[in-house]
């Protein structure tokens, strides 16, 4: 703990001198991934409002998993050439722009296109995690990062309901205006917390390339990215099939999807913290693997929900807890494990192992899409959660054989 403890003294709140504090790294990355969920309960609605069929609107999610892949795959090298905080501001500058002009707009494809600008908000978590590992070793590193995670998911775990209750009570389009204010929070915490943690910047573009090719012949570095891409392609799933699945075949309402769809973010939390708690003790590939098992309590208790008994909503969404919980022990050991593979590119590391994540997570999600087009049934969404979570079970296995 030494290490850990090492950054916590020397991390002061608001002074830029410093490395930036846990909880400026956790706001910043909650902010990211609350801009992917808070729109959830209103994409019926804006399907209707932009007049296009639900299937179009879909791109919504899906458009923006491969725009989120597309960023994160520039970010962590530009991060590593001319460092985290100008490269964390510039990508803030852009969200927050990106956000206003979606508010503007009329038109359904320009909307579209800021939409996907948005997806700039990536830098969050891709340089929160060059950050930690600027700073602390790898088992301190799966520590801090599930700390970090825990606080982050508070912000994506209300988003839903956040979105819900402003869906019935306002307009969709006020959620946009409650988004670009938390961009405006988050320039101000960089601007005024977040010192340089990156001691040797990458100076030359030859050493980026071959950065990326020692990452692409690293064995480890894809075991880690699958696991990272399957585990939260399970979860990508759920966010583009759950709302028509709620809307359709349950029918419930805006702001009761939102209180279902925090039940995963309560198991990610928990698990969060006890990555946190216990990953030094533990070690990271034990922790993955518990992580792995207990997500696949969730379809297959979701297979008996569904099938045998008559729960309704509750059905689909209450075993999420199980999901989320193993998530939220697998994930922040998988990312601590991708940018540990080599220290010197960890920014390059988390910016190309986060576009294979969500590389994996978009393509499923769109297929997701695709399929509940189809048919509303909740049973296809289940099954697609089971491969998901046993095909990340599987990598997590390779792992500790190739050690």
């Known amino acids: 703990m030494l290490s850990e403890n090492k950054y916590y003294i020397q991390s002061r709140f608001l002074d830029n001198k410093t490395p930036p504090h846990i909880i400026t790294l956790g706001i910043l990355a909650g902010i990211s991934a609350m801009n992917m969920s808070i729109f959830l309960p209103s994409l019926p ?216 769809f925090a039940i995963p973010g309560i198991g990610f939390l928990l698990g969060n913290y006890l990555t946190g708690r216990f990953t030094i003790r533990f070690g990271t590939k034990k922790m993955m693997i518990w992580g792995c098992f207990i997500a696949l309590i969730g379809p297959l208790m979701q297979f008996c929900t569904l099938s045998l008994f008559n729960l309704g909503a509750l059905g689909l969404f209450g075993p999420m807890f199980f999901v989320g919980l193993g998530q939220g022990l697998t994930l922040p050991n998988a990312a601590a494990g991708i940018v540990s593979v080599n220290p010197k590119l960890a920014g390059t590391a988390s910016g190309l192992g986060s576009t294979i994540q969500i590389s994996i997570g978009g393509l499923l999600a769109f297929l997701t899409g695709y399929f509940l087009s189809i048919s509303n049934s909740p049973l296809q969404l289940v099954i697609i959660f089971f491969v998901c979570l046993v095909l990340s079970l599987i990598f997590t296995f390779f792992i500790r054989i190739h050690d």
């Open 45 to 260: 609605s804006m399907a209707r409002e932009f007049n296009v069929d639900y299937s179009v609107m879909q791109i919504f999610v899906s458009g923006y998993f491969v725009a989120l892949a597309f960023f994160q795959l520039l970010i962590g090298p530009v991060s590593d050439r001319i460092g985290r905080k100008p490269t964390m501001l510039i990508a803030f500058l852009i969200f927050t722009f990106s956000t206003v002009l979606c508010e503007i707009t009329t038109n359904f494809y320009v909307f579209l296109f800021f939409r996907i600008l948005q997806a700039s908000v990536a830098a969050g978590f891709v340089i929160g995690r060059a950050i930690v590992r600027d700073i602390v070793p790898m088992e301190h590193a799966a520590s801090m990062i599930g700390y970090v995670t825990m606080s982050m998911t508070i912000m994506p775990m209300l988003g839903p309901a956040i979105g819900g209750l402003i869906e019935e009570h306002f307009h969709w389009q006020i959620t946009l205006r409650f988004m670009y204010f938390l961009g405006m929070i988050a320039l101000l915490l960089i601007w005024f917390d977040q010192s340089e943690t990156i001691k040797e910047k990458q100076v030359s573009l030859f050493a980026q390339v071959k950065g990326y090719s020692n990452l692409f012949s690293n064995k480890q570095f894809w075991f880690y990215a699958l696991i990272l891409g399957f585990t939260t392609a399970c979860y990508f799933c759920f966010l583009t099939g759950a709302p028509i699945i709620s809307d359709i075949y349950f029918k419930i309402s805006p702001s009761t999807q939102g209180y279902f």
